[in-house]
């Protein structure tokens, strides 16, 4: 069984930079703020949409409404840059190795 690693990313930590392991988990959480993210693969708020990574990080990415959390569990060797096109100062540098 795979090991997961909860590493949370909630904004205004927008910067983190978390090294996992070929299949852990990213957990995505925003307990403190209180407003909604739209997280997908890209850079300063802009949706990568060539980018290969975790399928629900891909393309416009996905919702994380106050509350709520979601895991994305990386499979695949590389360094991963995830933004917020609603707060495009939310650059998350995932190296998972
Ligand atoms: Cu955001």
Redesign the pocket.
């Known amino acids: 069984m795979l090991r997961q690693t909860k590493w949370t990313w909630a904004?205004p930590l927008c910067s983190a930079q978390p090294e996992i392991t070929v299949g852990e988990s990213i957990h995505f959480a925003?307990e403190q703020s209180g407003?909604?993210?739209?997280?997908c693969l890209g850079k300063n708020g802009t949706c990568d949409m060539s980018a290969k990574g975790p399928q629900p990080l891909t393309g416009q990415g996905f919702t994380i409404q106050p509350g709520q959390t979601q895991d994305v569990q990386f499979d695949e060797e590389g360094v991963y840059v995830i933004t917020?096109?609603?707060?495009p100062s939310?650059n998350l540098l995932v190296t998972v190795q």
């Open positions: 904004y925003d407003v909604t993210h739209l997280l917020c096109p609603i707060h939310m």
